[in-house]
């Protein structure tokens, strides 16, 4: 049995291979599985308004497919919503309004470090194909929606 100058160095020793076996128990857990992230920036302009409060938009950069875990949407800059006293947003896949998020955040003040959406509300597990609908609701009408953008992110796995 070798002898060892220090338990420093004994660590120093078995620190590789307990990370390699964490790697390999990790690797084991994961194996087969694709995280796939999405993301589209969208202006105010690109919205549809629904001749109320609403505007929608669908997202065109991707969705999720049959099969897949979403894991997460994320807003990760804003310019906020202006010309209105107020702006929330929503995301859902067209049929239930907040499946990706839960809440209503506030995309009415800039942020370019972006806001927490919160998590999935809906189903997290795609058995359909899902299309993305993002939802600004203003105070009054979205008419008077005169600026803003929002960078949204997806991530999933298959």
Known sequence: MPKWKSPGLLWKQLRPTQDTILTSNI?????GTAITKFSETVAFGAFTDGGGAVGTY???AGTIPVGAFFLAALCTNITGFTGDVSA???IGDGSTADRYLTGTPSVFTTAANGIALG????????????????TVTSNATFANVSAGSVT?????IT
């Open 152 to 156: 949204l992110e997806f991530y999933y």
């Open 58 to 60: 669908i997202i065109t």
């Open 88 to 90: 929330a947003i929503t």
């Open 119 to 134: 998590i999935p509300s809906g189903v997290q597990y795609h058995v359909a194909a899902g299309t993305i609908t993002v």
């Open 27 to 31: 690797n084991t857990l994961v194996s």
